[in-house]
């Protein structure tokens, strides 16, 4: 075993160790207890939970955030605390950076930039950005990730497992295991700097024609499989317009909307992280003028069939088409489909789809907050479930489910007030699978990454 491979055992091992105390003294408080059916000391398990995974930072916090956002994924008292939590990790220091940058660029690696600035930008669970200019002078963002992150997110994956395996065994409406296993694939996919860097540009081709949405360039040059240099765009956080005027405000909220579901409804993509800090807003002349999509670690790429499911249950809503509905849910993997657990699937998709499906002026929930969003419409769904259950949710669904959300949150933090439904039935007007498929294959070609098998 070289020094190297002794390191990351070393590593790898301390991280197991550190996860399982924590995580696994908060299990056993569980199951001994039985906690995840409610009550307060579900609510002092979940505050347990939320401290173990705070003090801990790391790619786990990361999937601990995510699967806060995914409604049902975990008990309304685990979903409210781990929300609370803050991604942001500790920064490392200059030294421990210019290590990391002469490993990924050489040992003359400063030499390749007019100026990188050793303070970074921003930190956050996998990695941290510092501001750089190129030698012909353009601003670049680089991100560059923390070491011995692979082994850090294989220990934080696997414990994350016995969290759920405990639900399963406690609570069993929702069979959580697809959830698992599609959170832990797109987790390890952001760890993979040259897949980012080809998403990126997968979405310049997508969205190259959008003139509210803007998509940096990527230097492969100065990027590696832990490096990842970007075009710096500038840009104000989001909420810093929620007190705008009404125009600018539903501005920006067209904007959010066709950077999600135009690539969705045309090519099978979607960004599965609309996170308030992976977006921020470009000016022209003092006002808002749209958004800058910032990351692209979490990217999912669907069948075309998927879409088709999409597309299928909106119109089977509108129309009370129930044989549509019952074909949409079957075509995005729900099996052993009763009329019992149908009702109670479109108590769900009634919500999510209620926007759309509703052909005015209006808010995406009206005297909701964006804390609340979503919560009172799961909880109704696993209630129902827990008498007409159990139901598997399919993988596909996870993120579609949580990027519906996090727009939704983002609507309601700016009160947003648009026409969703002339919004939508634009998106998928003239909606065809073969040109789905085709300029999927298209895209996917142009960016370099391998067409869906």
Same mark, same amino acid.
Request: net charge neutral; glycine share 8%.
């Given at each position: 075993?070289?020094?190297?491979?002794?390191?990351?055992?070393?590593?790898?091992?301390?991280?197991?160790?550190?996860?399982?105390?924590?995580?696994?003294?908060?299990?056993?408080?569980?199951?001994?207890?039985?906690?995840?059916?409610?009550?307060?000391?579900?609510?002092?398990?979940?505050?347990?939970?939320?401290?173990?995974?705070?003090?801990?930072?790391?790619?786990?916090?990361?999937?601990?955030?995510?699967?806060?956002?995914?409604?049902?994924?975990?008990?309304?008292?685990?979903?409210?605390?781990?929300?609370?939590?803050?991604?942001?990790?500790?920064?490392?220091?200059?030294?421990?950076?210019?290590?990391?940058?002469?490993?990924?660029?050489?040992?003359?690696?400063?030499?390749?930039?007019?100026?990188?600035?050793?303070?970074?930008?921003?930190?956050?669970?996998?990695?941290?950005?510092?501001?750089?200019?190129?030698?012909?002078?353009?601003?670049?963002?680089?991100?560059?990730?923390?070491?011995?992150?692979?082994?850090?997110?294989?220990?934080?994956?696997?414990?994350?497992?016995?969290?759920?395996?405990?639900?399963?065994?406690?609570?069993?409406?929702?069979?959580?295991?697809?959830?698992?296993?599609?959170?832990?694939?797109?987790?390890?996919?952001?760890?993979?700097?040259?897949?980012?860097?080809?998403?990126?540009?997968?979405?310049?081709?997508?969205?190259?024609?959008?003139?509210?949405?803007?998509?940096?360039?990527?230097?492969?040059?100065?990027?590696?499989?832990?490096?990842?240099?970007?075009?710096?765009?500038?840009?104000?956080?989001?909420?810093?317009?929620?007190?705008?005027?009404?125009?600018?405000?539903?501005?920006?909220?067209?904007?959010?909307?066709?950077?999600?579901?135009?690539?969705?409804?045309?090519?099978?993509?979607?960004?599965?992280?609309?996170?308030?800090?992976?977006?921020?807003?470009?000016?022209?002349?003092?006002?808002?003028?749209?958004?800058?999509?910032?990351?692209?670690?979490?990217?999912?790429?669907?069948?075309?069939?998927? $879409?088709? !499911?999409? +597309?299928?249950?909106? =119109?089977?809503?509108?129309?009370? *088409? #129930? @044989?549509? %509905?019952?074909?949409?849910?079957?075509?995005?993997?729900?099996?052993?489909?009763?009329?019992?657990?149908?009702?109670?699937?479109?108590?769900?998709?009634?919500?999510?789809?209620?926007?759309?499906?509703?052909?005015?002026?209006?808010?995406?929930?009206?005297?909701?907050?964006?804390?609340?969003?979503?919560?009172?419409?799961?909880?109704?769904?696993?209630?129902?479930?827990? $008498?007409? !259950?159990? +139901?598997?949710?399919? =993988?596909?669904?996870?993120?579609? *489910? #949580? @990027?519906? %959300?996090?727009?939704?949150?983002?609507?309601?933090?700016?009160?947003?007030?648009?026409?969703?439904?002339?919004?939508?039935?634009?998106?998928?007007?003239?909606?065809?699978?073969?040109?789905?498929?085709?300029?999927?294959?298209?895209?996917?070609?142009?960016?370099?990454?391998?067409?869906?098998?």
């Amino acid at each position: 075993m070289t020094d190297d491979e002794r390191n990351r055992f070393s590593a790898r091992a301390a991280r197991y160790a550190n996860v399982g105390v924590n995580i696994g003294g908060v299990a056993a408080r569980m199951a001994g207890a039985r906690l995840f059916g409610g009550g307060s000391d579900a609510a002092s398990s979940a505050a347990a939970l939320s401290q173990a995974l705070g003090g801990l930072k790391g790619p786990l916090m990361k999937v601990a955030q995510l699967l806060a956002t995914i409604p049902d994924a975990l008990p309304p008292e685990y979903a409210e605390e781990l929300q609370k939590l803050q991604s942001e990790a500790p920064p490392m220091g200059w030294a421990f950076v210019k290590r990391r940058m002469m490993s990924e660029l050489g040992p003359q690696w400063e030499s390749r930039f007019q100026s990188f600035e050793k303070t970074p930008a921003a930190a956050a669970s996998l990695g941290q950005v510092h501001r750089a200019v190129t030698k012909s002078g353009m601003p670049i963002a680089c991100k560059l990730q923390y070491p011995d992150m692979q082994s850090a997110v294989e220990a934080d994956i696997k414990q994350l497992q016995v969290l759920f395996a405990i639900h399963r065994q406690m609570d069993r409406a929702i069979d959580t295991r697809e959830i698992s296993q599609e959170i832990g694939e797109r987790v390890r996919e952001e760890l993979d700097y040259v897949h980012e860097a080809a998403n990126a540009r997968l979405y310049a081709a997508i969205l190259k024609d959008e003139p509210l949405v803007r998509v940096p360039k990527v230097w492969p040059e100065l990027s590696t499989h832990r490096l990842l240099a970007l075009d710096w765009l500038e840009g104000r956080k989001i909420l810093a317009f929620k007190d705008d005027t009404e125009e600018n405000r539903n501005r920006l909220a067209t904007a959010m909307f066709k950077a999600w579901w135009g690539p969705f409804s045309h090519f099978g993509v979607i960004h599965g992280d609309p996170h308030l800090g992976n977006y921020t807003v470009f000016e022209a002349d003092g006002a808002p003028q749209g958004i800058n999509l910032l990351d692209y670690g979490c990217i999912r790429i669907f069948p075309p069939k998927f $879409v088709g !499911g999409v +597309v299928d249950l909106y =119109r089977g809503l509108l129309n009370d *088409d #129930r @044989a549509r %509905i019952v074909h949409a849910y079957e075509t995005w993997g729900f099996r052993k489909l009763s009329n019992d657990l149908i009702d109670v699937l479109n108590i769900w998709a009634r919500f999510i789809y209620g926007p759309i499906l509703d052909d005015r002026v209006r808010t995406i929930a009206d005297g909701v907050s964006p804390g609340e969003y979503g919560r009172r419409e799961a909880f109704q769904v696993h209630q129902a479930l827990k $008498v007409k !259950g159990p +139901v598997t949710v399919p =993988r596909e669904f996870v993120f579609m *489910d #949580r @990027a519906a %959300i996090g727009l939704g949150g983002v609507f309601l933090h700016l009160d947003a007030r648009l026409n969703f439904f002339r919004l939508f039935n634009e998106a998928i007007e003239s909606f065809s699978l073969a040109e789905v498929e085709a300029r999927q294959a298209q895209a996917l070609a142009t960016a370099g990454l391998r067409p869906l098998s």
